[in-house]
């Protein structure tokens, strides 16, 4: 079965700029959940989809928004590019509920 | 609101040495925990979850957890650290509020020495 993707792995945009990130999902999974990984804050949870509905959301800007799609793909946007922004953006997976979460390998994200 | 510590931000231990990475969470009700792992450029693997049930819980790659309610603990065990063992580890909590959403620890970078 294959695993979690996170397209693009790698991205540089400057400040301003907007951003968008992909997330497919292992076959079967539903709930979608999006998390920034920074030295300073560590992980933080953005928020999950499940079912194209957004189900819970972490303490983050209105810049910062997501969808999903009817096949479970999930797309995450950043408007208005900061600095801070710079971060590894992991995309997880699960059939939802309590259920393991899969990680993709994550976007590395660089705002100049 | 839950939260996690842990309270090492790094450990050096040499190959074969048995290994200990603390864990404590703060949850009025009985928690979901898991210990994931984090390679360099790479995401989180599950490592091990406790729900319910035996306290001490087995888990992939050697690993092994143990969920001690007095003292809101969730330590993670290696008998045996091989090279292979560096990596990120980060206990998370879950459960809250209904939410199965984790929140994460700050991690502890484990470095292993041969």
């Known amino acids: 079965k294959a695993g979690v993707t996170q397209t693009p792995r790698y991205l540089i945009k400057t400040r301003g700029q907007q951003v968008t990130l992909s997330c497919s999902p292992i076959s079967g999974h539903r709930s979608v959940s999006w998390y920034q990984q920074t030295p300073g804050q560590g992980l933080q949870f953005l928020f999950e989809?499940?079912?194209?509905?957004?189900?819970n959301k972490g303490n983050f800007p209105g810049r910062f928004s997501g969808r999903q799609f009817s096949n479970s793909r999930s797309e995450m946007n950043v408007s208005t590019l900061e600095l801070g922004d710079s971060a590894l953006y992991l995309c997880?997976?699960?059939?939802?509920?309590?259920?393991?979460?899969?990680f993709g390998p994550g976007t590395r994200l660089t705002v100049l | 609101a839950q939260s996690v510590t842990q309270p090492d931000i790094h450990i050096t231990v040499s190959e074969g040495a048995s290994l200990e990475l603390r864990c404590n969470y703060s949850?009025?009700?009985?928690?979901?925990l898991f210990w994931y792992v984090q390679s360099p450029g790479q995401g989180l693997q599950l490592l091990l979850k406790y729900f319910s049930g035996d306290t001490l819980v087995q888990g992939i790659k050697g690993f092994e957890a143990e969920f001690k309610r007095s003292q809101s603990s969730f330590n993670l065990r290696k008998p045996s650290v091989h090279w292979s063992d560096a990596a990120e580890y980060f206990c998370a909590v879950a459960g809250s509020g209904g939410s199965y959403i984790p929140t994460f620890g700050r991690g502890t970078s484990l470095i292993v020495h041969p």
């Open positions: 997880a997976s699960s059939l939802g509920g309590a259920d393991e979460q899969f």
């Open positions: 949850y009025g009700a009985t928690p979901y």
């Open positions: 989809y499940f079912s194209e509905t957004q189900r």
